[in-house]
Structures are given as C-alpha cells and as structure tokens.
C-alpha cells in the first residue's frame, strides 16, 4: 500500500524560509508524478505545484511562482518543497500527491492524483 508522508512544516514570520518533505513508501516515487497542495482555513484546497516524471517538470500556482520550488530525489523517494519568501497568505496544511499514472507532465487537478498524505501545517505569522 503507496504512503505519503509529509514533513516540515512549522511556525515561522514572513520572510522566512520552510522545506517540506513527502517521503512514498510502499511504492517508488520514480514511477509517479508528485504534487503538493494546500488548504487554508475556511477555503478549499488549492493546487501548489508539481513535478512531473521528469524532475525539469513542473508547474507552479502564480501566487508561489518564483518563491517556491518543487524537487524530487527518486533515490530517497522523497519530493521537497523549498518555499522562500513565506508570506501570511501561506498558512495552510499543506499536502503531497502522487500520480500512478506517471506523467511526464506536471498535473494540476486534484482528481488526477490518486494518494494523499496526511498534511503538514505551515504558519506564517506578520
């Protein structure tokens, strides 16, 4: 059974810096494409960003677009979020997905990936 599981996450101000991981078991991450997503309270999930097959891959929400930047180390079977410039607006649990399907592309949609992790919270405070 494919787990993920999410790592990192913390209170920090604005400005900061936060790397979240998402390690696979039960499965090798070199066969999926990995996704990160996120909820605020209050508001639905939103997608983050994502990486396809192919780590040169990826796709970013415009609001994280050049603060943010999704890797992948297939050999720890594990992804990374390097989030810089956290702003409050940040705040959320955030989760990682993966594809089975595998694409070389970098899916966007929710109902594209087909397991989740558990969540990691992330607080920015002002």
């Known amino acids: 059974q494919v787990q993920l599981a999410e790592s990192g996450g913390g209170l920090v101000q604005a400005g900061d810096s936060l790397r979240l991981s998402c390690t696979v078991s039960?499965?090798?991450?070199?066969?999926?494409?990995l996704g990160w997503f996120r909820q605020a309270p209050g508001k639905e999930r939103e997608f983050v960003g994502a990486?396809?097959?192919?780590?040169?891959?990826?796709l970013y929400e415009d609001s994280v677009q050049g603060r943010f930047t999704i890797s992948r180390d297939d050999a720890r079977n594990t992804a990374y979020l390097q989030m810089n410039s956290l702003k409050p607006e940040d705040t959320a649990v955030y989760y990682c997905?993966?594809?089975?399907?595998?694409?070389?592309?970098?899916?966007?949609?929710?109902?594209?990936?087909?397991?989740w992790g558990q969540g990691t919270q992330v607080s920015v405070s002002s």
């Open positions: 997905a993966a594809d089975r399907t595998g694409p070389w592309y970098a899916p966007r949609l929710a109902p594209e990936y087909d397991y």
């Open positions: 039960g499965g090798t991450s070199i066969n999926y494409a």
């Open positions: 990486v396809g097959r192919r780590a040169d891959v990826t």
